[in-house]
């Protein structure tokens, strides 16, 4: 099944990330245009049901350019079982092959030895359901993650982490980023810039490409206080949206924020 944002996306046929997607947009949340596959449906296009990419890639044409196709398995992003760094996400798929290679890219991110460890670590049932998400790509600025409580101390307070470019530099770990710190309401608490001496873009041709960053940027912060009081905004949003702690990545392109994705803080 294909479905938009408004539908109700039950987590069991979409995976999590749908899911919270999905409560994400119908909450009001600047989340980019996107719509979801069921796991179901996933199996069938890997299996090679030409009959099926028809709406498929009528869905694809609504986004009108570069997106992003994002994991959506079945108990990931809940409280308890994130998958960050275990399943794949694909950058700027701008063509109807490249979006068809990307879901079998993704699928099969589900099924590496290391994902397969982690499912049985956590107790999991061994065959994986991928759901997957297809977004609209942000060509941003800067981008990053944010926590609502402090991942180490438990602090009540943000901590967010941002780099220029697409947020993939940090969660790849391939820059320092800057670090901040914002208590509740906004005071910022703790600024501290990063190395970012590089940055990750989109191609025209697809993809993503490593570019330098100009040497004035390498060490200024991404973030000025406006910024930072939008982020703190966006994370008491999403505490009402969705309760408990949050694990958010967003990005900022043209003076807009975006909310890409959002899970519990992982407790393992």
């Known amino acids: 099944m294909?479905?938009?944002?408004?539908?109700?996306?039950?987590?069991?046929?979409?995976?999590?990330?749908?899911?919270?997607?999905?409560?994400?947009?119908?909450?009001?949340?600047?989340?980019?245009?996107?719509?979801?596959?069921?796991?179901?449906?996933?199996?069938?296009?890997?299996?090679?049901?030409?009959?099926?990419?028809?709406?498929?890639?009528?869905?694809?044409?609504?986004?009108?350019?570069?997106?992003?196709?994002?994991?959506?398995g079945v108990g990931e992003d809940s409280g308890s079982a994130s998958f960050a760094g275990q399943h794949a996400t694909i950058l700027n798929v701008r063509s109807r092959s490249g979006l068809l290679d990307a879901l079998k890219?993704?699928?099969?991110?589900?099924?590496?030895?290391?994902?397969?460890?982690?499912?049985?670590?956590?107790?999991?049932?061994?065959?994986?359901?991928?759901?997957?998400?297809?977004?609209?790509?942000?060509?941003?600025?800067?981008?990053?993650?944010?926590?609502?409580?402090?991942?180490?101390?438990?602090?009540?307070?943000?901590?967010?982490e941002a780099t220029w470019g697409l947020g993939e530099a940090v969660v790849a770990g391939i820059v320092t980023p800057d670090h901040y710190r914002v208590a509740r309401g906004g005071r910022v608490l703790e600024k501290r810039a990063g190395e970012k001496d590089c940055a990750i873009s989109w191609s025209e041709e697809g993809g993503t490409v490593e570019v330098a960053v100009p040497a004035h940027q390498i060490s200024a912060l991404c973030l000025d206080?406006?910024?930072?009081?939008?982020?703190d905004a966006l994370a008491s949003a999403c505490e009402a949206a969705f309760g408990g702690t949050q694990d958010l990545e967003w990005a900022f392109a043209a003076g807009r924020l975006y909310l890409l994705q959002r899970r519990a803080i992982t407790r393992g």
Not at 27 to 50: C, I, K, Y
Not at 225 to 231: E, F, I, K, V
Request: aromatic share 4%; proline share 7%; with cysteine.
């Open 2 to 72: 294909i479905a938009t944002l408004d539908q109700h996306l039950p987590e069991a046929e979409f995976g999590g990330k749908a899911a919270q997607l999905g409560q994400a947009h119908r909450s009001g949340l600047p989340v980019p245009p996107a719509f979801a596959l069921s796991s179901a449906l996933v199996d069938r296009v890997v299996a090679g049901e030409e009959a099926l990419h028809g709406a498929l890639f009528d869905a694809f044409a609504t986004l009108a350019g570069p997106v992003a196709v994002r994991s959506s």
């Open 225 to 231: 206080d406006a910024r930072l009081a939008a982020l």
């Open 105 to 160: 890219a993704v699928h099969g991110s589900a099924r590496t030895p290391s994902a397969l460890a982690y499912r049985r670590k956590l107790g999991l049932p061994p065959e994986p359901r991928m759901g997957i998400v297809i977004q609209r790509l942000v060509q941003a600025d800067c981008a990053g993650v944010l926590f609502t409580r402090h991942p180490t101390t438990g602090a009540d307070e943000r901590v967010i």
